[in-house]
């Protein structure tokens, strides 16, 4: 797989990288370790040398399994993990206080099982906290050489110029694909602007846009999406229209929804990176075949044109949590 730059970072990493949330926590029951840890290096076998974790996925859990899967090809990998929530649980609200921060490097090292993260987002911004002693915070520890490049998770712009001044920031990650574009007004002319780089994470609408699913699929207890209003039985139905769409497009190129879906957000921007997640090798390898699909500016402004027709129904997340994003 080719490789792309985060902005001007410097930090050069696979055209895709493999979000690993899933692996652990929010889409139902975890997968086994053993499972875990050969995806993981089928993944890099294929060219992944990208992936994206953080400690309250499981909590905890998620860190270790790729602490193992890595351990071996470490050098060979670029690493991401995130702190910012209060005891890793997102449910008890957001902490990015400075010994927070360090107390949650400490740690994610030792389950990471390496010598350095890098790179380390604050998952959410925390109001409490001002961004310069979170910039600052992170600045030491790269200076300490415990983290080698800093990043910021749905984070606004006031928040990203900010903290921008005191550290740069290598990369944004944030929710972007065919079904959310917000971060086309505002958050794209800013990064390149600031020569920021970019991961969009859900770059599939977790797993909708691949047309696995209809208004009839049912979650396991236990699955995030449950809660989320996008995923609601009405709203999968009134979205069909969306996959119809996509899969006309992927129809006309010979290649899956799931590929039109991540091709797509590599020809939006050099520096933009999609972090898909999966559990199954065949759902990986059909990812990493996105990296070879060319889409040209007549795609792209067909793609464009079909979209700014479909009115996507449904909130991307319940109220109270849509509040801790863009901040």
Known sequence: MHKRVLGNSGLEVSALGLGCMGLSHGYGQPVRKADGIALLRAAFERGVTFFDTAEVYGPF??????????????????????????????????????????????????????????????????????????????????????VKHFGLSEAGVDSIRRAHAVQPVAALQSEYSLWWREPEQDILPLLEELGIGFVPFSPLGRGFLTGAMDAGTTFDASDFRNSLPRFSEESRRANAGLLEVIGALADAKGVSRAQIALAWLL???????????????????????????RLDAQDMAGITAA???????????????QSTTGR
Do not use: C
């Not at 350095?116 to 790269?142: C, K, N, S, W």
């Not at 939006?268 to 759902?283: A, E, M, Q």
């Open 61 to 146: 859990t998620d860190e270790e399994l790729l602490g193992e899967a890595l351990e071996p090809i470490r050098e060979q990998v670029v690493i991401a993990t995130k702190f910012g929530f209060l005891n890793a649980d997102g449910r008890q609200g957001v902490d990015s206080r400075p010994q927070t921060i360090r107390a949650v490097a400490e740690a994610s090292l030792k389950r990471l099982r390496t010598d350095r993260i890098d790179l380390f987002y604050q998952h959410r911004v925390d109001p409490a906290v001002p961004m310069e002693e979170v910039a600052g915070t992170v600045r030491e520890l790269i200076a300490e050489g415990k």
């Open 267 to 293: 020809a939006r921007k050099p520096w933009i990176v999609p972090i898909p997640g999966t559990t199954k090798l065949h759902r990986l390898e059909e990812n990493i075949g996105a990296a070879a699909v």
């Open 307 to 321: 979209l700014d027709a479909i009115s996507v129904v449904g909130a991307r997340y319940p109220a109270q949590l």
